[in-house]
């Protein structure tokens, strides 16, 4: 399909069949707009004008670069499971009012895994990861970090089974930093291939959500170590992480804050959850979607200045990212990915955790339900209806499946708000695009 839309004084046009992104003039836009059925006056063109611009379409449709035909083939999923998300503890030192994981219980018990369980698990991964050369694992919680010895005992214990079968384990961690000491850094720097940290921006935004078990903000408990984490960690992958809700829908300065404190990797991410006051409500929209161009302007302006950082819903690559069959089959969860929750049962990712409807099985029996895994390895963009019309389904590949069940009580049923705020992202990331391409040419 084709998709014609402004971003202040520039127009564009995406063809979602050949991932092509073109800008073009005021005439060209309006005559596609018409042509694609919007209530767009061209009764000022000309035939002449109307002549050319349809040659120029024409020139495009025969290159390939517009009204490409889409993929409509099904995708063929591998069952090699390539990842796991492993719990390492369900308790957490910070009582988060937006969390989902009912801060760090799951709506259970408070639990730790044993270095027995986390043991099982790297082995249940390699022993079902087929010809796969490069597994992954997260850990997760809770806070990671109240483990912190288990999870270097994992490790260690990963790297020497994989090394014995061929293979390579790249590791990630999610901290809130709180126990982020120095012995947590260097041995991050050395083992973990990324690292997320979560922080939600200024001060007073952070503290208002992000609270100890005291209840008082852990803002300036945490701001020194990852400061310190960031300055030590190279050229190795990090991100700063932070949640925004309804009570900072100025969000830009938030991101702006954190690019301000020297952190250069940025996610900022709505809210999920049915908290009154902190959910994102479709009333909110209009403000939010203004605020990402806010920010998008903002992050041009400090990119063309030589101070830009990465902002990672801008992050839309058309031409070397993933390729087409991966656009079309969603995440992995369910299918090549798990969660593992501390007494070693299996979910199909974190979100369903806890929920004995998506339990899968567990490390030590090493076997997988085969029904809901089949569930989610048919699970696709395909399966989207509400998606078939969509310009940005090749890039999003029809949301979040968690996200979707939780909102809307189906896997394949998009939940609208996040449809909005994510179509609105991928525009300001085309234009991010077009912009630095320029840049670059003029340089």
Do not use: W
Request: glycine share 8%; aromatic share 12%; with cysteine.
């Amino acid at each position: 399909m084709v998709h014609v839309f402004k971003y202040k004084n520039f127009n564009y046009i995406f063809d979602s069949g050949s991932g092509s992104l073109h800008e073009c003039d005021d005439k060209t836009y309006d005559y596609l707009a018409h042509m694609l059925g919007q209530n767009v006056d061209i009764s000022y063109l000309s035939q002449g004008e109307i002549k050319e611009i349809e040659g120029d379409i024409a020139a495009l449709k025969a290159q390939g670069l517009l009204f490409a035909q889409e993929t409509k083939s099904r995708p063929v999923k591998s069952n090699e499971v390539k990842a796991l998300c492993i719990h390492i503890c369900h308790d957490c030192n910070l009582r988060c009012r937006y969390c989902f994981a009912d801060e760090g219980a799951y709506h259970s018990k408070r639990e730790f895994m044993s270095e027995e369980t986390a043991k099982k698990a790297i082995d249940f991964l390699i022993e079902n990861s087929g010809h796969r050369k490069v597994l992954e694992v997260d850990f997760f919680g809770g806070e990671p970090l109240m483990c912190l010895d288990t999870i270097k005992n994992v490790v260690y214990y990963a790297k020497e089974k994989a090394a014995a079968k061929g293979k390579k384990f790249l590791f990630t961690t999610t901290t809130n930093a709180l126990l982020l000491n120095d012995d947590a850094i260097k041995f991050f720097n050395e083992e973990m291939e990324n690292v997320v940290l979560s922080l939600d921006g200024r001060k007073e935004v952070h503290d208002a959500i992000r609270k100890t078990v005291n209840g008082k903000g852990s803002f300036d408990l945490v701001i020194g170590n990852i400061k310190k984490f960031v300055e030590s960690r190279g050229d190795k992958h990090y991100y700063v992480r932070g949640t925004y809700t309804a009570k900072n829908l100025d969000f830009a300065k938030d991101v702006l804050f954190l690019a301000d404190n020297g952190f250069d990797s940025i996610s900022m991410e709505p809210v999920v959850t049915d908290i009154d006051d902190l959910a994102i409500k479709q009333e909110h929209l209009p403000t939010i979607l203004a605020e990402y161009e806010n920010l998008c302007d903002e992050y041009l302006k400090r990119y063309e200045e030589g101070n830009g950082f990465n902002f990672f819903h801008f992050n839309v690559d058309l031409e070397g990212g993933p390729c087409l069959s991966k656009r079309v089959s969603a995440c992995g969860a369910g299918n090549e990915y798990f969660s593992v929750a501390p007494n070693g049962d299996l979910y199909p990712c974190h979100q369903f955790v806890g929920d004995e409807k998506f339990k899968m099985g567990n490390v030590f029996e090493g076997k997988l339900n085969s029904d809901i895994r089949c569930v989610f390895a048919e699970n696709c963009l395909f399966t989207r209806k509400k998606c078939e019309d969509c310009f940005a389904k090749y890039i999003c590949s029809g949301g979040c499946s968690a996200n979707n069940y939780h909102f809307m009580g189906d896997l394949n049923e998009p939940y609208a708000i996040t449809c909005e705020m994510m179509k609105k992202r991928v525009e300001c990331g085309m234009h991010v695009l077009a912009r630095k391409k320029e840049l670059a040419n003029k340089n």
